[in-house]
């Protein structure tokens, strides 16, 4: 069993920051990849970054490019999403989320352990 912790959402103005965390308990990490998705308000929950655990190889949504960073902490067993210049439209709730495949997926159904989400929102 896995489970999974996330924290670090808030209220933020817009071109703000805010960082993401999602500890990990359970299972090792080490031939897994973690992703955050995140899902608005009657929308469908979208990918947001993804990395593989083993050499931090990462991917990200067109629209978070450039923007959002993704990285992990083995000793820690957490994975960050480094969020800057934050735009109303990031507004969701954030999930991270555990894949048992060894390579970035976008997929939701990919991903066997999700948190529990935090809220994001970004004022204008």
């Known amino acids: 069993q896995v489970q999974l912790v996330e924290s670090g959402g808030g209220l933020v103005q817009a071109g703000g920051s805010l960082r993401l965390s999602c500890a990990a308990s359970?299972?090792?990490?080490?031939?897994?990849?973690m992703g955050w998705f995140r899902q608005a308000p009657g929308k469908e929950r979208e990918f947001v970054a993804a990395?593989?655990?083993?050499?931090?190889?990462?991917y990200y949504t067109d629209s978070v490019k450039g923007r959002f960073t993704i990285s992990r902490d083995n000793a820690k067993n957490t994975v960050h999403l480094q969020m800057n210049s934050l735009k109303p439209e990031d507004t969701a709730v954030y999930y991270c989320?555990?894949?048992?495949?060894?390579?970035?997926?976008?997929?939701?159904?990919?991903?066997?352990?999700w948190g529990q989400g935090t809220q994001v929102t970004v004022s204008s």
């Open positions: 359970g299972r090792t990490f080490s031939s897994y990849a």
């Open positions: 989320a555990k894949s048992p495949y060894p390579y970035c997926t976008v997929v939701p159904v990919d991903y066997d352990y």
């Open positions: 990395i593989i655990w083993s050499d931090s190889t990462t």
